[in-house]
């Protein structure tokens, strides 16, 4: 199978870039180095990934085992729900207790959404359906605007709304793959999902280095 995280950027590369646009990409002649890494640095940027691929591996469960009827879903969601508590800590460092209750709070509203899509998906009222749809994609906004305001400069508001677009479209239509059977999809949504929620990772990780210099010498 082909590895996802070959695909995504280095987390020094991710620094040049961040650290000197596009002159990190400068021919090989001119022998620019990367910038240092720090201890503290990899360890936020390998904390952050490993946060949000439990997030999505642990959604991934929930969603087979919905589909499939298992025993298991109870015990699933419950530490689905424990990823949401361990994103909105990972973040009280850098905002604060507050923002970090906040962040868990519309990360948990996140899942119970996707729990009553995935209800109105498998019951086939359309009504519901469009209901809980547009529940859900206004719950990813508003995470996307909670983002936006705590670092503006590195998170702009349109592009955080954009990714939680991308990141709900993805899963959904992987939602709606597993259940109409179509196993072989669900999995190519699931890589996809993977290859995604790794560069949003490393794009939180890396806005808060960049606005927080002073933690990461």
């Known amino acids: 199978m082909r590895s996802l ?3 995504t ?5 991710a620094a040049a870039l961040a ?3 596009t002159s990190a990409l400068a021919a090989d002649h001119h022998h620019a180095a990367a910038p240092v890494v720090t201890a503290r640095q990899q360890k936020l940027h390998d904390g952050m990934r490993k946060l949000w691929e439990d997030h999505i591996t642990w959604t991934r469960l929930a969603i087979v085992t919905f589909a499939a009827g298992d025993k298991d879903l109870q015990a699933t969601e419950t530490r689905l729900l424990r990823n949401q508590t361990d994103l909105g800590n990972a973040i009280k460092p850098y905002y604060g207790a507050k923002a970090g209750r906040q962040l868990t709070a519309l990360l948990k509203a996140h899942i119970s959404g996707a729990v009553a899509l995935l209800q109105a998906a498998k019951s086939g009222d359309n009504a519901a359906v469009a209901k809980a749809k547009a529940a859900w994609y206004a719950n990813g906004n508003q995470i996307a605007d909670f983002l936006a305001k705590a670092n503006p400069h590195s998170w702009p508001r349109t592009e955080m709304r954009k990714m939680m677009r991308a990141h709900l479209d993805v899963t959904l239509k992987e939602a ?7 196993y072989d999809a669900s999995v190519r949504d699931y890589e996809r999902i993977h290859h995604h929620i790794l560069e949003m990772a490393d794009g939180l990780s890396a806005g808060i280095v960049k606005q927080f210099p002073r933690r990461f010498r």
Do not use: I, S
């Open 19 to 21: 650290a000197g646009g």
């Open 5 to 7: 995280t070959r695909r």
């Open 176 to 182: 709606v793959d597993e259940l109409g059977g179509h």
């Open 9 to 13: 950027v280095p987390l020094a590369v």
